[in-house]
């Protein structure tokens, strides 16, 4: 039986995707109901059941990234070369 689910996992780079899956054998990870083979393990994460909790996952990784770039910029503009 498949369900709608949000991948998250490539959110900055890709958006969020929402795709069609399957339970796999294992709890907590999921395959994608796709003309690929696609298999997603972190719900929550990785992956979500609602579109809410991706786009809040989504908000979370950017805000993330954008620290991290702010960071890397004020070191870049510290840097002297004599």
């Avoid at 972190?42 to 579109?51: A, L, M, S």
């Amino acid at each position: 039986m498949s369900f709608t689910v949000w991948i998250t996992k490539y959110a900055l780079t890709q958006g969020i995707l929402e795709k069609e899956a399957e339970n796999a054998s294992v709890e907590g990870l999921i395959n994608i109901v796709d003309n690929r083979y696609e298999t997603y393990i972190n719900e929550g994460k990785d992956w979500h059941r609602t579109k809410e909790s991706a786009v809040k996952r989504a908000e979370e990784m950017r805000l993330k990234k954008i620290i991290n770039v702010e960071k890397q910029l004020q070191k870049l503009k510290e840097m002297k070369f004599e």
